[in-house]
T-cell receptor, first 115, second 113 residues
Framework: GAVVSQHPSRVICKSGTSVKIECRSLDFQATTMFWYRQFPKQSLMLMATSNEGSKATYEQGVEKDKFLINHASLTLSTLTVTSAHPEDSSFYIC???????????FGPGTRLTVL | GDSVTQMEGPVTLSEEAFLTINCTYTATGYPSLFWYVQYPGEGLQLLLKATKADDKGSNKGFEATYRKETTSFHLEKGSVQVSDSAVYFCALSDYNQGGKLIFGQGTELSVKP
């Protein structure tokens, strides 16, 4: 069964509003989770590494004030897209590491559409 | 920095055909190598992995061998099915870099009956 869930699976919002996406580790306490962004027919781009109890580590070029990441518990990380614009429309996917290995388990993704 | 290059798609095959999707990598350390599969509208699923040179990963009839001398991790399947239609991503991870995955661009596979 699924080990990582995301909510919502789809969201449509108006330009200028903020949207929060939740990522839950269902069977394992995850100190580290990852957030990716995927454009249509393209690969996944790592946005940030979410660390429980501390600040997220953002990849170069990702605006930390626009994509707020909170990892307040060992099973939940949230990504908030602030003041969303149409160019933020994308498929957002989270993942967690499988224990001490470097395999990642991915969530089903969240399709964000900004009108 | 580390990178992964995959053959471009889309790849269209008839059912029961042989599949090869090429993947090469560049890395400064000793990465683990992965193939992930993404079905339409879904997240990624791990297909197979290999953690060191000459390891062979296999799952659901798919195989890939970690070739350090050619820096490659080509995906193969002897007889594809319509249900194998998906996008396949090759990726590498260096655990010393916090487990971050670096993906290739993905290869779309379409299998026709």
């Amino acid at each position: 069964g699924a080990v990582v869930s995301q909510h919502p699976s789809r969201v449509i919002c108006k330009s200028g509003t903020s949207v929060k996406i939740e990522c839950r580790s269902l069977d394992f306490q995850a100190t580290t989770m990852f957030w990716y962004r995927q454009f249509p027919k393209q690969s996944l781009m790592l946005m940030a590494t979410s660390n429980e109890g501390s600040k997220a580590t953002y990849e170069q070029g990702v605006e930390k004030d626009k994509f707020l990441i909170n990892h307040a518990s060992l099973t939940l990380s949230t990504l908030t897209v602030t003041s969303a614009h149409p160019e933020d429309s994308s498929f957002y996917i989270c993942s967690r590491l499988a224990g001490v290995t470097d395999t990642q388990y991915f969530g089903p993704g969240t399709r964000l559409t900004v009108l | 920095g580390d990178s992964v290059t995959q053959m471009e798609g889309p790849v269209t095959l008839s059912e029961e055909a042989f599949l090869t999707i090429n993947c090469t990598y560049t890395a400064t350390g000793y990465p683990s190598l992965f193939w992930y599969v993404q079905y339409p509208g879904e997240g990624l699923q791990l297909l197979l992995k290999a953690t060191k040179a000459d390891d062979k990963g296999s799952n659901k009839g798919f195989e890939a061998t970690y070739r350090k001398e050619t820096t490659s991790f080509h995906l193969e399947k002897g007889s594809v099915q319509v249900s194998d239609s998906a996008v396949y991503f090759c990726a590498l991870s260096d655990y010393n870099q916090g487990g971050k995955l670096i993906f290739g661009q993905g290869t779309e596979l379409s299998v026709k009956p």
